[in-house]
């Protein structure tokens, strides 16, 4: 299986904000915003794998700035790394002015997805080569992620954990 880079799984999705997906403050709900995520994520996450994907979690959302109705939001999505059958999706959320058209980092989150065959099994997928620095950076970061979440979880054991370990050396 060859590697790919995250550059190939990239998807952006830009849309409105729209009266119906706002809130009594005229800002976009955040489960709006987090259906926009997982369907960008997920479209990276198929892009990477070739292979129907399922969302196995959402490790981490920030909500940093309100979303205003009538704003033009950009959601992008790339795959940050690959393990055996799951994928790490990291996500960036931008607010373009409408005037000036400079886009904002408004929220970002981290998904993770699971490539299944035809009878939902989970099946392999291609490794990852990051090649710019802040790719380079998410792909480290995402096994301490997963190593934290498999020791949350029970299925790891701390003293296991190798890359939280040198963390706290």
């Given at each position: 299986m060859t590697a790919k880079t995250p550059e190939q799984?990239?998807?952006?999705?830009?849309?409105?904000?729209?009266?119906?997906?706002?809130?009594?403050?005229?800002?976009?709900?955040?489960?709006?915003?987090?259906?926009?995520?997982?369907?960008?994520?997920?479209?990276?996450?198929?892009?990477?794998?070739?292979?129907?994907?399922?969302?196995?979690?959402?490790?981490?959302?920030?909500?940093?700035?309100?979303?205003?109705?009538?704003?033009?939001?950009?959601?992008?999505?790339?795959?940050?790394?690959?393990?055996?059958?799951s994928m790490e999706v990291f996500i960036d959320v931008w607010i373009e002015d409408r005037e000036s058209g400079l886009r904002d980092k408004a929220n970002e989150a981290i998904y993770t997805f699971v490539a299944v065959d035809e009878t939902g099994r989970p099946i392999q997928v291609p490794e990852i080569t990051p090649e710019t620095k802040i790719e380079k950076e998410r792909f480290v970061a995402a096994l301490r992620r997963k190593q934290l979440s498999l020791v949350l979880a029970g299925k790891m054991k701390p003293n296991e954990a190798t890359e939280l370990k040198a963390l706290f050396q």
């Amino acid at each position: 299986m060859t590697a790919k880079t995250p550059e190939q799984s990239k998807t952006i999705m830009t849309d409105l904000v729209l009266p119906s997906e706002t809130n009594p403050l005229n800002n976009l709900f955040g489960g709006e915003l987090l259906a926009r995520m997982d369907r960008a994520a997920s479209i990276a996450a198929r892009r990477h794998s070739r292979r129907i994907v399922v969302t196995a979690s959402v490790n981490h959302v920030a909500f940093n700035r309100s979303i205003p109705l009538g704003s033009v939001v950009t959601v992008e999505a790339k795959v940050s790394r690959a393990f055996k059958t799951s994928m790490e999706v990291f996500i960036d959320v931008w607010i373009e002015d409408r005037e000036s058209g400079l886009r904002d980092k408004a929220n970002e989150a981290i998904y993770t997805f699971v490539a299944v065959d035809e009878t939902g099994r989970p099946i392999q997928v291609p490794e990852i080569t990051p090649e710019t620095k802040i790719e380079k950076e998410r792909f480290v970061a995402a096994l301490r992620r997963k190593q934290l979440s498999l020791v949350l979880a029970g299925k790891m054991k701390p003293n296991e954990a190798t890359e939280l370990k040198a963390l706290f050396q």
